[in-house]
């Protein structure tokens, strides 16, 4: 996602452009902006993985069937692995800032894999 709206061709994903007729002048520019981010899409996944999503039409596709293939929310093994991990992970021989970046890496994995609900302003003091 960063590289794609760095090159600012992110409605291709989200949906904002949505391709024109056939017929139109402006189909022929969409049609290769769509295969453009189609292929750094595909480019960026192993070609196992990419050879799943090879034949879908437009970037929008593949982006959607890939969040839905490897989305992690509620990923509950991949919780416990994280969670395992961290409850191991000892400094041992790694410099502190390692061991810090080691520890904020497997946090913000747990964050994006979590969904916590608070349910009243003071669950935020734990």
Same mark, same amino acid.
């Given at each position: 996602m960063i590289f794609i709206c760095g090159k600012g061709k992110e409605d291709y994903?989200?949906?904002?452009?949505? %391709? %024109? @007729? @056939? *017929? *139109? +002048? !402006?189909? !022929?520019k969409w049609? +290769? @902006?769509?295969?453009?981010v189609m292929s750094w899409l595909l480019n960026s996944m192993t070609i196992e993985m990419g050879e799943n999503f090879r034949y879908y039409q437009t970037a929008r596709e593949i982006w959607d069937a890939t969040k839905e293939t490897y989305s992690n929310k509620d990923n509950t093994s991949a919780i416990f692995e994280i969670k395992g991990i961290l409850h191991d992970l000892r400094r041992g021989e790694m410099t502190i800032t390692d061991y810090f970046n080691a520890l904020t890496r497997y946090w913000q994995q747990l964050d994006m894999l979590e969904d916590i609900k608070w349910h009243c302003p003071e669950d935020t003091q734990q």
């Open positions: 994903i989200t949906g904002t452009i949505v %391709p %024109p @007729e @056939e *017929s *139109s +002048a !402006r189909y !022929r049609k +290769a @902006e769509n295969h453009m």
